[in-house]
């Protein structure tokens, strides 16, 4: 049993659900772990750790004598609770939006920048989901080529819209397969058997709030000088994110080079075998922890650039894994 007390925020969600998870494989037991969530889940029970734990409501007084609280709330709910968290004595790690590019608060993938994490000031912010596993894979070949500009495509699963994403693509596809048209509610447009090129609202710019996202994450965490241009698309896919990346560097990284440089870092993991037709599959890697690397060859319409397919569990990995991993970084 560990010498901290716990609270988890949003303990009812998916991403709430999947941090108690991954903290039971970690074997991360606290010597007290509270499970909160609004006002409307207060009561339910919800198991960690082989015992059932009753929902208690988020609220300020209820963080009282917590250590370390996870935060697996929206934007909104995170600007309230996460202040309150501090004032109350715990470190927050937050997986919401809000805090992400404030100054003080580092942002974190331990593959990436852990030192940071020793920096914070009782804030401590998760990545988006796409940004952290990318940024694993970026990671190795900036330390060794220094990585000028960036081009990601990415291909998005529904469960990154929580339940009601899952909830419309199964509902709809079964309309669809019967002739029937489905309702559009989370989504734009139609999301069985199509791809929606918008996740998030539109910018003045013309990029959506999520490939800002990654923009503006990549920089803060690797290195600000790197020029990322990103489009960010929603697939007919329950779990897991795929990437398509482009990268050019300083100095050639060929695709045996790029390869050693992938399995030589923690967790990522090569898998690459086209003539068998093996490389990472959103379908195959769902509750899997880490990020996944194939189709790795070499881009020859630049004087040094590398194309590769990047594939992880956006509740895992990309939200509920990476926050235990920093929770593991200060514990």
Not at 127 to 149: E, F, G, W
Not at 152 to 158: D, I, N
Request: hydrophobic share 40%.
């Amino acid at each position: 049993m560990g010498s901290f007390s716990l609270g988890v925020v949003g303990a009812t969600g998916a991403v709430g659900r999947k941090m108690i998870q991954v903290l039971e494989e970690k074997n991360l037991k606290p010597k007290e772990l509270k499970l909160l969530a609004s006002k409307r889940s207060v009561g339910q029970k919800v198991e960690a750790f082989g015992e059932n734990h009753e929902v208690i409501e988020a609220k300020k007084e209820n963080f009282k004598g917590l250590d370390y609280i996870l935060f697996a709330t929206g934007g909104s709910i995170s600007k309230e609770l996460v202040p309150a968290a501090k004032e109350q004595g715990a470190v927050a790690i937050d997986n919401s939006s809000y805090f992400r590019l404030f100054d003080d608060v580092p942002l974190i993938v331990p593959e990436v920048n852990p030192e940071d994490a020793k920096k914070h000031n009782g804030i401590i912010a998760n990545p988006n989901c796409s940004t952290t596993q990318m940024l694993v894979s970026l990671k190795p070949l900036h330390d060794y080529a220094n990585i000028r500009r960036v081009i990601v495509s990415t291909y998005q699963a529904v469960s990154g819209s929580g339940k009601e994403g899952v909830d419309e693509l199964r509902r709809n596809a079964a309309l669809s397969l019967a002739g029937m048209k489905g309702e559009e509610e989370v989504y734009q447009h139609e999301i069985a058997f199509n791809a929606i090129p918008h996740i998030d609202k539109f910018n003045e710019n013309g990029y959506t709030g999520e490939e800002m996202k990654m923009v503006n994450e990549t920089q803060k965490m690797l290195d600000p000088n790197i020029k990322v241009s990103v489009t960010c698309v929603r697939v007919p896919v329950f779990n897991g994110h795929g990437e398509a990346i482009n990268v050019e560097t300083e100095k050639r990284v060929t695709r045996e080079k790029a390869i050693e440089l992938f399995e030589n870092t923690e967790g990522l993991e090569v898998i690459d075998d086209p003539q068998n037709d093996r490389y990472p599959l959103q379908l195959e890697l769902d509750d899997k922890d880490g990020v996944f690397v194939g189709r790795i060859r070499e881009d020859d319409t630049v004087e040094y650039g590398l194309n590769f397919w990047n594939v992880a569990d956006n509740l895992r990995k990309g939200a509920a894994t990476n926050a235990v991993q920093i929770l593991e970084l200060l514990v």
